[in-house]
């Protein structure tokens, strides 16, 4: 009997958990001092459930930011009798709201986050000014095909594009996720996707490259598809927020 081995790949696009609770707070158009917590919660494990069935590396901050989720909304659900309200009526400190701290981790985050794009901007500025006089390269001069640089769309659309594809297949859990590099060859399925987006003049809807219901083939297109972004031979589009999703050729 051959041996199987598994293939295994690890995303460095995400930047933590606080990241990801950024991207959701966001994404469901939340007020960042009136989060609920239910429903927060709710999305942040569907994410981490849908990297654990891609069998990502998560890293352990965000198993840790799903117990603290957790532990909030149990915090918070818990039903508080009239003795107690009696008590907290007469006492001198008020009740620490258990979301209080990580509102104010959320802000200070979006305040580096929002810092570190002005600074890039600033570097690409800068980039642009040469203090040595211009060079005449014209028997150098290449016909370069001009590179796109409109991606809109994150690792976290991909995802969220992913469970709603899962959700649409209506497939039930397999009895293993793991994928057999034997039996669909990663390399094997990133070519296929390039000979397809070829075919269809070079552009195609994400949706369509899952013609096949099988738990196996959907994640493996799924990881070609990062690996093919990752290497810079697609490219991904949105027209709007929650619209489909297009890849092309680059």
């Given at each position: 009997m051959h041996e199987i081995k598994h293939y295994n790949?690890?995303?460095?696009?995400f930047e933590g958990p606080l990241d990801l609770l950024l991207h959701l707070i966001n994404r469901l158009e939340i007020d960042i001092y009136d989060i609920p917590v239910a429903e927060i919660t709710e999305q942040y494990l569907l994410y981490i459930h849908t990297m654990q069935e891609l069998q990502l590396d998560i890293a352990s901050e965000y198993l840790?930011?799903?117990?603290?989720?957790?532990a909030i909304k149990s915090k918070m659900l818990l039903p508080k009798h009239e003795e107690e309200l009696l008590e907290n009526e007469y006492s001198i400190e008020e009740e620490e709201n258990p979301m209080e701290e990580l509102v104010e981790r959320l802000i200070e985050y979006r305040k580096y986050k929002e810092a570190a794009v002005e600074l890039k901007e600033l570097e690409q500025e800068r980039g642009l000014i040469f203090t040595k006089p211009p060079s005449d390269l014209t028997d150098f001069a290449k016909e370069i095909k001009?590179?796109?640089?409109?991606?809109?769309?994150?690792l976290y659309d991909m995802l969220g594009a992913f469970q709603k594809l899962l959700r649409r297949q209506k497939l039930q859990k397999p009895l293993t996720t793991k994928i057999a590099r034997q039996e669909i060859p990663?390399?094997?399925?990133m070519d296929e996707i390039l000979n397809d987006l070829k075919e269809f003049k070079g552009r195609k809807s994400f949706n369509d490259l899952f013609p096949i219901p099988d738990r196996e083939q959907i994640v493996v297109t799924f990881l070609a598809v990062l690996e093919l972004i990752k290497r810079k031979e697609i490219h991904i589009e949105q027209d709007r927020n929650f619209s489909e999703i297009f890849l092309s050729i680059i």
């Open positions: 790949v690890k995303i460095d696009a840790v930011m799903a117990a603290t989720l957790l001009p590179e796109k640089t409109d991606i809109n769309v994150t990663i390399e094997k399925r």
